[in-house]
C-alpha cells in the first residue's frame, strides 16, 4: 500500500505537466497558448497567430544601459547666474540606453558619407548635413587651423564632433536607426546588402515595416499563416529590429550624468553628488591617481590644459571621447569636453510644469500620411515616409491631447497669456499667434510685436547641457542648463544619442 500511494502523486502530477505541455487534449502550455482564448500560438492549423515568447532586449552599437530609477533634478548648488531656471523638483526616468560616448568625427563622417554616396540626385541634403566649421574661428585668436584639421584629419578621429546644430543631430540619429536595422536584417539574412542603393531607394525602417521598401530580399521570416505560406517580411512584432535613436531628453540627460546607481544602498541615497563623480572636487582622490583633473574643462583665466611637463588634463581643445574617467553609468565625458544637445524646447520655468514621470517639453505629435482607404502608400523623394500633424478632427475626442504642438503648452500659448481671460478668448488664438510671451516678429505673423519686445526664447530654442574644454567647474554640474537656437552651433557643442528601453526597467539584454 505504501508504495501504491507513492505513486499517486507521481501519476497525478506527470498527468498534469503532460496536460499543461500540450501531449493532452491538443492545446498549448504556459506561453505557448493564450490565457484569454485558450487557442495554441504559434500553430498554423490554428491560424497562425504568431507570437515571440522569451524575448531578450538586444543592445544597440554604441550604447550603454541606464538603469530608471526617481531623483532629484534641478540645481544642487548656488545659482551664480541667477537664471532660476532649474529649481529641485522630484521626478522619475524610465530605463532607457545611451551612448557611452559623444559621436565622434568618425562617425558623423561616415553619415557624411553614405549620404553622399546614396542619395547622388540631393547634394544638398549632403550640403546641409556639414557641420559648421568656421565655429573656431574667433576674432582675437589663432584656430584657423582647427577649420581644416579638426574635423578632417585622422589625428581628430575619436574626438567628439562638433558645428554641428540640433536639426542636423538629429537627422543623424534618424539616419542611425536605418542604417543600424539594416545590418540587423543583413546578420539575420533576410535582406542581401546592397550597396548600389540610390535615393529613394535607401532601406527606411518605418517604410520596410509598411511594406513600401523595394530592397534586394534573400529570404522572408516563415509564415504560419496558412493564407501566406510564402513566407513574410520581419515585423515589430518579430523583436529583431531596434526602437529609434534619439537624443536625450534633458531629464534622461540628467539623470545618467549624476550616475546615482553607485551611491545608494537598498533604495537610499548615500552620498550626495554635485558632479558625475564622488565628492565636491573637480580632481582625483584615489590614491594611484591622486589630483588629475576628472574632466576636461577650463580651469582658470587663460589655463586650458595646465603646464608643460604635466598637462594635467592633456586637453586644450575637445579631447578623446575615452580619455577620462566614465561615471557609475560607466559614460564618458558627462562633464566637460563638449556641452551636449538634448531634446527638450528651453523655458526658465519648465520645472513648474512639465510631467513628474519623464518629464519633457517639445512635444510635436504627428502621424504617417494616408490615402482615404487609410493606407500608407507614399515615401518622400529620400525614401522616408511622409508625416504630417495630427489633424484636429483626429484627435477630437480625447482627454490626454487634442491638438499638435504643445512645445509652448502653458508656457508662451494663449492660455498663459495676460490677455487670456477664459475659454470664450479661444477663438483669439489665431489672431493673437501662438508664442504670446516669446514673441520674435517671424515673417508672416499676424501678431506685431511691442515697442521694444525681444527674447531669445521661443519654441525654436533648445536646452544643451554638461559643460565644455572652454567652461569653468560651474558648468559641469548636470543640474546647469543652457540654452540655444536649434539652428546655431558651436566649437564646444557636440551630442550623443539615446534610445528607447523596452520590457523590464532592471534590464536582462543580449549584446
Known sequence: MKFRFSLLPIFASSMVLFTGCGIIGGGGGGSDKSSATGWQYNNYENGGFEVKANYVPTLGPGLVFVEGGSFTMGRVEQDVMYDWNNMPRRVTIA??????TEVRNVDYREYLHWVRRVLVSYPQVYRNALPDTLVWRTKLGYNDPYVETYFRHPAYNEFPVVGV????????????????????LVQEGILKFTPEQKDADNFNTEAY???????????????????????????????????KYRLPTEAEWEYAALGLIGNTYEERLTDRKLYPWNGHNVRNGDVKERGKMMANFRRGRGDYMGTAGNLNDNASIPGDVKAYYPNDFNLYNMAGNVNEWVLDVYRPLSAQDVEEFRPFRGNVFDQVKRNEEGQ?????????????????????????????DYRNYLDGDLASSSEYSGINDMDKAEDLGSTRMYFQGKEGSKMKPK??????????????????????AYWLVPGTRRFLDQKSSRDDLGFRCAMEHVGSPSGNMKR
Open 209 to 243: 515595416l509598411a511594406g513600401l521598401y523595394q530592397g534586394t530580399v534573400n529570404k522572408n521570416m516563415p509564415s504560419l499563416d496558412p493564407n501566406n505560406k510564402e513566407g513574410r517580411p520581419v515585423s515589430f512584432e518579430d523583436g529583431v529590429l531596434l526602437p
Open 376 to 404: 500608407i502608400v507614399e515615401k518622400d523623394s529620400l525614401g522616408r515616409l511622409i508625416r504630417e500633424p495630427v489633424k484636429e478632427a483626429d484627435v477630437a475626442g480625447r482627454l490626454n491631447y487634442n491638438k499638435s
Open 95 to 100: 530605463s532607457f540606453y545611451m551612448d557611452q
Open 451 to 472: 515697442d521694444g519686445m525681444a527674447s531669445l526664447v521661443n519654441d525654436e530654442t533648445r536646452v544643451y547641457k554638461g559643460g565644455s574644454w572652454k567652461d569653468r
Open 165 to 184: 546644430n540640433w536639426v542636423q543631430a538629429n537627422d543623424y540619429c534618424l539616419w542611425r536607426t536605418d542604417r543600424v536595422n539594416e545590418m540587423l
